[in-house]
């Protein structure tokens, strides 16, 4: 939703929503980092040639996928991946090659996503499910819409999630750096966990996250809600 000084949509799309770009400080602040391949109209900005893939596949969209025009939605559905992903530890899209991959995207069948929410609760299922329909038109039209409907889950639950909750959930699982020094001097490692090791697909510290289970699947939903519930901003100021 950022505009240009003469209030003109600028159209940002990140393009490149993945675990591995979705970091949580210690404080619990929510970072999406790596705008190097994002859409907007900006003067000067370097244009995709037609048919010309930007992103992770595996994360990708389905008119990522088919080269089709792009808006906020596409990273709408990449985020819906990343949530699946950290809820069962399943990339939903997954296959051998990176062709196989695009194609199953493109494909987006409803039949892969059951089938990889298949352990999660109804109503988390079919969130899942919507962040991940074929066509923009059925998915969450914002990430307040998002937001609100995992928040709404987590609420009729008994569930209540926050910034701080998800750092000491992080911290638990053993997914951020020791603590700087007393004497402040700065840590040797980022102080940082990203939603790939929340999902067991990658390691921050020497620990490792644990295979996904009940109690974990609740601190994700929790986590993915904090997430979506949050201004989510880039480092150089770009906030969203």
């Known amino acids: 939703t950022l505009v240009d000084e003469d209030g003109r949509p600028l159209g940002i799309v990140h393009r490149d929503v993945t675990a591995v770009n979705v970091m949580v400080a210690r404080s619990g602040a929510v970072k999406l980092l ?21 992103g992770t596949f595996v994360y990708a969209s389905p008119e990522q996928a088919s080269g089709e025009e792009l808006d906020g939605r596409s990273d709408l559905f990449s985020l819906g991946v990343v949530l699946v992903e950290m809820l069962t530890g399943i990339r939903v899209f997954d296959a051998d090659t990176d062709m196989g991959t695009m194609r199953k995207i493109a494909e987006c069948s409803p039949t892969d996503v059951r089938v990889a929410t298949a352990q999660l609760t109804r109503e988390l299922a079919a969130i899942c499910a ?25 609420t009729a ?27 402040g001097t700065e840590a040797d490692e980022v102080d940082f966990a990203s939603a790939a090791a929340v999902s067991g697909h990658a390691t921050i510290t020497a620990g490792e996250s644990p295979k ?14 904090a997430v979506l519930g949050q201004n989510i901003d880039d480092p150089f100021g770009v906030e969203f």
């Open 34 to 54: 790596d705008f190097g391949v994002a859409l907007a109209r900006l003067e000067g900005r370097e244009r995709t040639r037609t048919g010309q893939f930007r």
């Open 130 to 154: 919507r962040a991940l329909a074929r066509r923009p038109a059925d998915r969450f039209q914002d990430g307040a819409a998002f937001s609100r409907a995992l928040r709404e889950y987590l």
């Open 157 to 183: 639950k008994g569930i209540t999630y926050s910034p701080t909750d998800s750092a000491t959930e992080l911290s638990a699982l053993g997914a951020f750096a020791p603590a700087p020094a007393s004497d």
């Open 212 to 225: 996904p289970g009940r109690s974990t699947r609740r601190v994700r939903a929790g986590f993915a809600a």
